[in-house]
């Protein structure tokens, strides 16, 4: 079944997932060997494996366990083995100024207050030093109780790193509006039949697959919808 839904969102252009660890590869690989990395709210450390070279550090508050309150969507299993510094996101106990690289991906949705912990971000990082961050600008929630917000606008970044002492180096919008709505219609059998009922999920599968055939041809013209609707932003800055 997974196999099939893999492949299903691979011929809609949909792999939020992978689309975000290639940008985040791509950028890890692009950095100079040598340098001090804290991956902030690192969960299961899944880009450890792409800095070879580098000091990596983990940071995580290690209470999401995988199951949470049972409320939206989860993990099932979640594995905290792997983090070098247990803190809130917005009090890591380490001095300032004494990373060259901050990674932050998928978390601001998962703290009460985002902005502080952007300004510990800029605290951490060295004069010259690279944050890499991926947040949703649109999302369900997810990881409960600790889903705060839905999402990030581009303006969040510009106004709370680029108006706060950062260079913006790239902020990159993943999806559009037609995929985001193309996902969305594709979900519907899968939440009728968890919050409705299978009879639902059935019924609904006729008015689906016309719905979204359309909705693929529409992704090839309206890229530029991005600017109203996306899954999410890749942001990288630099400290000034």
């Known amino acids: 079944m997974k196999k099939i839904k893999e492949t299903v969102l691979d011929f809609f252009h ?23 990395i804290l991956d902030v709210g690192a969960g299961e450390t899944p880009y450890k494996k792409w800095c070879v070279g580098q000091e990596y550090l983990a940071q995580d508050f290690a209470k999401y366990d995988g199951a949470g309150d049972g409320v939206g969507l989860h993990t099932g299993t979640w594995d905290r083995s792997n983090i070098d510094i247990v803190s809130d996101i917005v009090s890591i106990p380490q001095p300032d100024a004494s990373f060259d690289v901050i990674i932050c991906t998928e978390v601001l949705e998962h703290v009460p207050d985002p902005v502080a912990a952007l300004h510990e971000c800029r605290r951490l990082l060295k004069v010259g030093g690279v944050i890499i961050i991926t947040a949703p600008f649109h999302s369900m929630t997810h990881f409960a109780p600790y889903h705060f917000c839905t999402g990030f606008s581009a303006y969040f970044y510009d106004e709370h790193l680029g108006r706060k002492g950062c260079e913006m180096l790239e902020v990159t919008p993943c999806g559009s509006f037609f ?6 219609v594709m979900l519907i059998p899968r939440f009728c039949r968890r919050y409705a009922g299978i009879f639902y999920a059935v019924v609904s599968m006729p008015f689906i697959v016309p719905a979204i055939l359309f909705l693929r041809i529409a992704m090839a013209f309206g890229l530029g919808s991005s600017e109203l609707l996306c899954f999410a932003y890749f942001v990288r800055a630099r400290k000034q």
């Open 14 to 36: 949909i792999n939020i997932a992978g689309d975000r660890a290639r940008w985040v590869k791509k950028t890890l690989f692009a950095l100079p060997r040598g340098l001090r």
């Open 179 to 184: 995929s985001v709505v193309a996902q969305e």
